[in-house]
């Protein structure tokens, strides 16, 4: 009996229940799509860095997993020295030009990188012959609806798309590196080195080996470098996500908090008369918080079902970023919305159940 009122209660008040509901999706669809877009992100470079084929990476001193690497302070006469170490068989360089937002651009000595890494694989098209030549990923080219012959302006030169490869290794844009080097006035540097060993196992030992005799520059093993790129080390991001969860929190709140405050001025006369017939102040704060949860579980479900909506408008939009559906997190922001909801009951809540039952019930 007690459920069929507080679904009476809802339907008699469409709108106020719809925008409720929307609402707090709105507020699930916030949390869960910078979640899935923040490892979406982190594992498709993850995914790139373990298709180069190197066990071994090296990075210019000073810089960190996820910092800029446009300043190519490594000479590529460490090429050379790199695979006369012992257990190294292969090794190159690459450098990378940042562009606006997350995207870059990647220049590489193909011939040594189909060596370490079995080459791209083309969709259509082939490697970069001329130095106006590049080459894109699947993910780019349907971002930004090129195709092979197609032509697109970046860092202020005009580049002809030579092929299209399939995503997840090294880059989503790469030129020749000689080429890059010129346009960054970097001739004879590279901003990452990378090192194939003859034994995978002995990456522990090597990268151990290295770091003595290169001093200040930060070296990784594959399985050290793709287990940094994780929400839980990337500080700025974790923050800002707690961020926007707060300000998301704070939004439901208030809109929960409006609804049910309303919603029990309206209701003077009616909790009135429940009290009058020997309904407890429990029975009346029970219904509100009901209802109160009944929006946030609605609105949880609604939320997820949006998420879908953003993953496609992210597939649709020019971006570099990959949004995923990240499971475990659809819980967590279910109970970070129930939460805030039933937060935002309780002023009005508390209000219901200290109402006089003779002013309730003379209540216009």
Not at 47 to 55: P, Q, T
Not at 69 to 90: C, G
Not at 292 to 302: D, E, H, N, Y
Request: glycine content about 8%.
């Amino acid at each position: 009996m007690l459920n069929k009122l507080i679904f009476a209660n809802l339907s008699h008040r469409p709108v106020r229940t719809i925008l409720s509901v929307l609402a707090i999706a709105v507020e699930v669809t916030m949390i869960l799509t910078l979640v899935g877009v923040s490892n979406g992100t982190l594992d498709s470079t993850a995914e790139r860095a373990r298709g180069v084929g190197a066990d071994i990476i090296i990075r210019p001193p000073g810089s960190s997993v996820m910092s800029s690497l446009s300043s190519a302070p490594i000479s590529e006469k460490y090429i050379p020295w790199l695979q006369q170490q012992p257990h190294v068989a292969l090794a190159t360089g690459t450098v990378v030009q940042g562009l606006s937002g997350f995207d870059s651009i990647t220049g590489v000595d193909f011939p040594a990188f189909d060596k370490m890494s079995g080459g791209f694989q083309f969709v259509s098209g082939g490697s970069p012959v001329n130095d106006n030549d590049m080459i894109v990923d699947e993910y780019y080219a349907r971002q930004h609806k090129l195709q092979v012959g197609s032509h697109i302006t970046l860092i202020n030169s005009d580049w002809n798309i030579s092929g299209i490869f399939s995503g997840g290794k090294l880059a989503r844009i790469c030129v020749r590196l000689p080429v890059l080097q010129r346009l960054m006035d970097r001739t004879g540097y590279v901003t990452v080195l990378y090192a194939k060993l003859d034994d995978p196992k002995q990456a522990d030992a090597v990268a151990a080996s290295l770091k003595s005799k290169l001093a200040g520059y930060p070296i990784y093993t594959l399985d050290e470098l793709t287990s940094l790129y994780s929400i839980s080390n990337v500080g700025m991001l974790k923050d800002f996500i707690w961020v926007v969860i707060a300000v998301a929190v704070i939004v439901g709140f208030i809109v929960v908090f409006m609804a049910m405050y309303t919603a029990v001025l309206e209701r003077t006369r009616e909790i009135g008369t429940i009290k009058a017939v020997g309904g407890s102040a429990g029975l009346v704060l029970s219904i509100l918080l009901r209802e109160t949860l009944l929006l946030a579980v609605l609105g949880t479900i609604v939320g997820i079902v949006l998420t879908y909506g953003t993953q496609l408008l992210m597939h649709a939009l020019p971006s570099n970023l990959t949004q995923e559906t990240v499971y475990s997190w659809w819980p967590i922001a279910g109970a970070i919305a129930i939460t805030g909801a039933l937060l935002g009951a309780i002023v009005p809540g508390y209000k219901a159940v200290q109402q006089d039952v003779t002013e309730a019930l003379s209540y216009e």
